[in-house]
């Protein structure tokens, strides 16, 4: 979660640097100013990542990855029929184990339990059929759902804005800091970008038009975006 802009402010000036470079020139210094800036955009998302699983079990090792692989062909299927391009369905996972049987005492059998599981990964670009994957999905042979992700398909757009408010940020941060030292703001010389990743809200995008699927109740809720960009001036 982002830091309140209250405390941004009040830990800001410790982070402050006024300081002087080895001169380029005999008789010559130069004094600089570094600040931190920092921005952020909200954003609701284009794109949700669904993680789904078919887990079976059986007493003979064949007939278990059968019925598997049958309920797994049924999930891709129900995923396609929803308009999915096929490169946007993967296979992520695929394992069999076994388990020990045991006898009413506890004690180990020669009979074996075989558990087949097999991952789906799905990447949804129109969220709101999120609710008719996971019903149709979930009726047609998964059986599990490990993963839900909301993002964008192109997050270096939407952090644009949030990296222009940082500049802005650090710009005012800067010339208040020049003036109260009796000194002028000169160029920036460097700027160093540190870039958060998103952070799900709370609150659904959009209100009572959110986005949903006729299946599963879903809500995209929104993403916020956050830039660090620390900057150094020259000072006049």
């Known amino acids: 979660m982002l830091t309140p802009r209250w405390r941004v402010v009040a830990l800001l000036p410790l982070a402050l640097v006024l300081g002087a470079c080895a001169a380029v020139n005999p008789g010559h210094t130069e004094r600089t100013i570094s600040v931190t800036g ?19 079990r059986g007493p003979q090792v064949g007939p278990t990855v059968a019925n598997n692989n049958r309920a797994a062909e049924q999930v891709v299927q129900a995923v396609t029929d929803l308009g999915v391009a096929p490169e946007d369905v993967q296979t992520t996972y695929f394992s069999i184990s076994i388990q020990p049987r045991y006898d009413q005492f506890g004690n180990p059998t020669e009979e074996l339990t075989y558990w087949v599981d097999n991952t789906i990964t799905v990447t949804l670009r129109d969220i709101a059929l999120l609710g008719d ?60 970008e540190s870039s958060g990743g998103a952070v799900q809200g709370l609150q659904a995008y959009g209100g009572a038009e959110a986005p949903a699927g006729g299946g599963v109740p879903t809500t995209p809720g929104t993403l916020e975006y956050s830039v660090q960009l620390f900057v150094t001036y020259e000072l006049r």
């Open 133 to 192: 994957l996971l019903g149709d999905t979930l009726a047609r042979g998964a059986n599990s759902v490990q993963g839900i992700s909301y993002t964008l398909s192109d997050p270096a757009a939407a952090l644009e804005p949030a990296r222009q408010e940082a500049l802005n940020d650090a710009q005012s941060q800067a010339v208040q800091l020049a003036s109260a030292s009796g000194m002028s703001l000169g160029p920036i010389l460097t700027v160093t």
């Open 38 to 56: 920092e921005g952020s955009i909200v954003v609701p998302p284009d794109t949700v990542v669904v993680t789904l699983g078919v887990q079976t």
